[in-house]
């Protein structure tokens, strides 16, 4: 099984509201990632947990705040966004830092 | 500086039509090269990792290959099914990260 999942599919926000994306994976991978995809672009990585801690935040907004509760889930919290934060959101996983990432089928986030 | 150039951005076929995608790199340390397909408003579904020069995966219609520089995605015969963007990327064995190309944007016409 190379299921990673996320919820919700779909997210419509204001840019006052408070929101969390999720996403689970029972690989027992110990990398998970949070990238983010604009139309026609590749995607772009957000934030980096092996072994259920951060270790790579590539220079993203306050207003993103990722959270690994266990190695099988991780959060994404949103507040305070701005239009220019609609996009795809994707997460993945991996064997290990490094390895072969398996993505899930993303969010959908659109900020109003 | 780690670097993917993925070309043709866009092709198109006619079913039946065998093509390849190139994907060139340049990386200071190659942890492998990986292939993937993602169809639009999808999450990228994984394809082949390629880790040596010489070494060549295959799946259905697809065949990836690598050299020292380069990586080559054949596919033989396609049908419309096969159309999506196909995504290269490498991973650095300093960083850990996936440097990704743009993107190739297949189309295959019936």
């Known amino acids: 099984d190379t299921e990673v999942t996320q919820t919700p599919k779909h997210l419509v926000m204001g840019m006052t509201n408070k929101k969390s994306l999720k996403c689970e994976q029972h690989m027992g991978h110990r990398a998970m990632y949070w990238y983010k995809q604009k139309a026609k672009k590749p995607p772009e990585l957000m934030f980096v947990y092996s072994y259920e801690k951060l270790s790579i935040n590539e220079s993203v907004p306050s207003r993103f705040s990722p959270e690994c509760p266990n190695s099988s889930l991780l959060n994404l919290h949103l507040h305070a966004l701005q239009p220019e934060d609609s996009a795809l959101y994707l997460c993945?996983?991996?064997?290990?830092?490094?390895?072969?990432?398996?993505f899930g089928p993303g969010t959908r986030l659109t900020v109003t | 500086e780690d670097q993917v150039t993925q070309s043709p951005e866009a092709l198109r076929l006619q079913e039946g039509e065998s093509s390849s995608l190139n994907c060139s790199y340049t990386v200071s340390g190659l942890r492998g090269l990986f292939w993937y397909r993602q169809d639009p408003g999808k999450g990228p579904e994984f394809l082949f990792t390629l880790y040596s020069a010489g070494e060549e995966k295959e799946k259905e219609r697809l065949k990836a290959t690598l050299t020292k520089k380069e990586s080559f995605l054949h596919i033989t015969a396609p049908k419309p099914e096969d159309s999506a963007t196909y995504l290269c990327?490498?991973?650095?064995?300093?960083?850990?990260?996936?440097?990704f190309g743009q993107g190739t944007t297949l189309q295959v016409k019936p």
């Open positions: 990327a490498v991973g650095s064995s300093n960083t850990g990260k996936l440097i």
């Open positions: 993945a996983s991996s064997r290990g830092f490094g390895d072969e990432q398996y």
